[in-house]
């Protein structure tokens, strides 16, 4: 699955721009344009988020809604898990093995965990540059 960055649009409200996931601080870790490959979806809080390989080469999580879909086959090896989060955490996740399986590992990539973003680095292999639609 890829997509490509579209923010700003008229989609993106107040609500997609608050909490943990975007600030105005990351605002520049994702270029408009640009085609990011997906890692992993989550529903947290609502909100439906992606995982991609930012311009710091980590993993990090943005709103759906700042994105366009340029390819949207799902790879045939994600997994999708519910998890217990209620209304206001994480409801559910799909993406590589680990992520779905192993409940920690998705507080891992937040948290910078060394085994977390070494597990996520073999699965998403060498980095490359997000392609310039």
């Known amino acids: 699955m ?3 960055c579209v ?15 975007y600030t105005q601080e990351n ?29 710091t080469q980590k993993p990090n999580w943005y709103p759906v809604q700042l994105f366009d879909v340029v390819d949207d086959s799902i790879p045939a090896d994600w997994r999708f898990g519910l998890r217990d989060g209620g209304e206001r955490g994480l409801q559910a996740v799909w993406g590589y093995s680990t992520l779905v399986q192993d409940v ?18 073999q699965e998403a292999g060498p980095y490359h540059e997000p392609d310039p639609y």
């Not at 870790?29 to 991609?52: E, K, N, Q, T, W």
């Not at 507080?107 to 996520?120: K, Q």
């Open 7 to 21: 923010y700003p649009n008229d989609r993106v409200g107040p609500r997609a721009l608050s909490g943990n996931f």
């Open 104 to 121: 920690n590992h998705y507080g891992g990539l937040i948290e910078r965990e060394p085994e977390a973003l070494e597990t996520f680095y």
């Open 27 to 55: 605002e520049d870790l994702i270029r408009v344009g640009h085609v990011y490959r997906i890692f992993g979806m989550a529903s947290y809080g609502g909100d439906l988020l992606v995982l991609v390989r930012d311009s």
């Open 2 to 4: 890829k997509l490509r």
